[in-house]
């Protein structure tokens, strides 16, 4: 049994961990069981979001997949007889065969009550890395009403011309999680500090964001992120699909962004209300949907590295590298300074913007390894390249 926890792609990547640690013990997954008390709090199950019948069957022949725990099993765990327990971050394939192995034949059901990045990205099998990428790529298909919404809001798009989705990751949970307050007034700043502190989970209470910002740890903003796709010249006539809940700050923050672009779209301009009802207060399935929109588009651009632009920059390289732009934020905020103060002309501040971001388009590269740091090295799922079509002889080295 496992218990997943974070957003959507957190939990994605995460299933495709736990049915790969599951074939290589030989022992029974249980469907798993979606997080509803994160900060999103969607109530979602597993069957909400994904197609349970595909996963099940497309994985039988490397895993056995139950719905629900045998009635005699089942019955043990409703009175309390489970060992429940997270796995440690980042272990080896090794560990779980030495470590949770004899748990699981000692106490026949063992519970896995976090699953976030509990394998290691580097050193595994090889039949290890492919079945993670099997699991992502083929066994999870979303349901079949987003999947048909996915490819009409991409239709709609289409039949306009080339479009650019912008993870536009300027929300008020990722605001106030990082103590990023760049272009924040006061009151603001008052706010998302308020709510930072109401979340124990969040650990990091006292933050500088002016020294988080130059280190490249926060996300762009609304009026960065226009400078920065005016200096990589990408065409205004482009239409530009922003996958973002609310943005914080609402028109204000997003006026520069739409005088510099103003075909910009969300799914709620595209759909009609009545299309969307449905997944209302239903956060992961909106993802799913600006998840499926990502894949498709011409450009993807994200704005801050967290799941989604690691998961979806993995699939669009298994795609065929599909352009994906991967901002060096800590390189673009120190140009904007310059150019903001000026010390840099446009031309400069442009030309500079381009050359820095050449080899940063979702090339072909090898995932950089650094030992016993793995939150700093290349994620797994950002740049899966063993289940990759070039041969390593045409990757190049980060």
Same mark, same amino acid.
């Given at each position: 049994?496992?218990?997943?926890?974070?957003?959507?792609?957190?939990?994605?990547?995460?299933?495709?961990?736990?049915?790969?640690?599951?074939?290589?013990?030989?022992?029974?997954?249980?469907?798993?069981?979606?997080?509803?008390?994160?900060?999103?709090?969607?109530?979602?199950?597993?069957?909400?979001?994904?197609?349970?019948?595909?996963?099940?069957?497309?994985?039988?022949?490397?895993?056995?997949?139950?719905?629900?725990?045998?009635?005699?099993?089942?019955?043990?765990?409703?009175?309390?007889?489970?060992?429940?327990?997270?796995?440690?971050?980042?272990?080896?394939?090794?560990?779980?065969?030495?470590?949770?192995?004899?748990?699981?034949?000692?106490?026949?059901?063992?519970?896995?009550?976090?699953?976030?990045?509990?394998?290691?990205?580097?050193?595994?099998?090889?039949?290890?890395?492919?079945?993670?990428?099997?699991?992502?790529?083929?066994?999870?298909?979303?349901?079949?009403?987003?999947?048909? !919404? @996915?490819?009409?809001?991409? /239709? +709609?798009? &289409?039949?306009?011309?080339?479009?650019?989705?912008?993870? $536009? #990751?300027?929300?008020?949970?990722?605001?106030?999680?990082?103590?990023?307050?760049?272009?924040?007034?006061?009151?603001?700043?008052?706010?998302?500090?308020?709510?930072?502190?109401?979340?124990?989970?969040?650990?990091?209470?006292?933050?500088?964001?002016?020294?988080?910002?130059?280190?490249?740890?926060?996300?762009?903003?609304?009026?960065?992120?226009?400078?920065?796709?005016?200096?990589?010249?990408?065409?205004?006539?482009?239409?530009?699909?922003?996958?973002?809940?609310?943005?914080?700050?609402?028109?204000?923050?997003?006026?520069? !962004? @739409?005088?510099?672009?103003? /075909? +910009?779209? &969300?799914?709620?301009?595209?759909?009609?209300?009545?299309? $969307? #009802?449905?997944?209302?207060?239903?956060?992961?399935?909106?993802?799913?949907?600006?998840?499926?929109?990502?894949?498709?588009?011409?450009?993807?651009?994200?704005?801050?590295?967290?799941?989604?632009?690691?998961?979806?920059?993995?699939?669009?390289?298994?795609?065929?590298?599909?352009?994906?732009?991967?901002?060096?934020?800590?390189?673009?905020?120190?140009?904007?300074?310059?150019?903001?103060?000026?010390?840099?002309?446009?031309?400069?501040?442009?030309?500079?913007?381009?050359?820095?971001?050449?080899?940063?388009?979702?090339?072909?590269?090898?995932?950089?390894?650094?030992?016993?740091?793995?939150?700093?090295?290349?994620?797994?799922?950002?740049?899966?390249?063993?289940?990759?079509?070039?041969?390593?002889?045409?990757?190049?080295?980060?």
């Amino acid at each position: 049994m496992v218990s997943c926890n974070g957003g959507l792609n957190q939990m994605r990547a995460a299933i495709c961990d736990m049915v790969t640690i599951a074939r290589y013990l030989n022992v029974t997954l249980i469907v798993p069981e979606l997080d509803k008390t994160s900060f999103w709090a969607d109530p979602s199950e597993f069957q909400d979001i994904f197609d349970v019948d595909h996963f099940i069957t497309s994985l039988r022949d490397e895993v056995r997949i139950l719905k629900e725990l045998p009635p005699r099993l089942k019955r043990r765990v409703e009175m309390g007889m489970v060992y429940s327990m997270p796995p440690i971050s980042w272990s080896d394939i090794s560990y779980y065969r030495n470590q949770i192995l004899p748990l699981i034949q000692k106490y026949k059901v063992v519970h896995l009550n976090r699953t976030d990045t509990r394998l290691a990205n580097n050193g595994q099998p090889l039949d290890i890395q492919k079945l993670r990428c099997r699991v992502n790529f083929s066994a999870l298909r979303f349901t079949s009403q987003i999947e048909e !919404l @996915g490819k009409r809001v991409s /239709k +709609l798009l &289409r039949q306009n011309g080339p479009f650019i989705v912008l993870h $536009l #990751r300027y929300e008020m949970d990722m605001l106030a999680f990082s103590g990023c307050t760049q272009g924040c007034n006061n009151e603001e700043v008052d706010e998302l500090t308020r709510m930072r502190y109401a979340y124990p989970w969040w650990k990091e209470k006292i933050i500088n964001s002016d020294l988080k910002r130059k280190d490249g740890l926060c996300p762009l903003t609304p009026e960065e992120t226009a400078l920065i796709l005016r200096a990589l010249d990408i065409d205004n006539s482009y239409q530009i699909y922003i996958a973002a809940g609310e943005i914080y700050g609402g028109e204000r923050r997003m006026a520069s !962004l @739409g005088s510099a672009y103003p /075909k +910009l779209v &969300r799914k709620e301009t595209l759909l009609e209300p009545s299309d $969307l #009802r449905f997944f209302e207060n239903h956060s992961s399935q909106m993802a799913a949907l600006d998840y499926l929109v990502s894949l498709e588009s011409d450009i993807f651009i994200p704005t801050y590295d967290g799941n989604m632009a690691k998961v979806v920059e993995g699939h669009r390289r298994f795609l065929g590298f599909k352009q994906t732009i991967l901002l060096n934020r800590r390189l673009l905020v120190d140009l904007i300074d310059q150019y903001n103060s000026g010390s840099l002309s446009w031309n400069e501040f442009s030309d500079a913007v381009k050359e820095s971001h050449v080899s940063r388009k979702g090339q072909p590269t090898k995932r950089s390894v650094i030992p016993d740091r793995p939150k700093e090295e290349d994620y797994f799922y950002a740049n899966p390249e063993e289940c990759l079509q070039p041969s390593y002889g045409q990757l190049s080295s980060t």
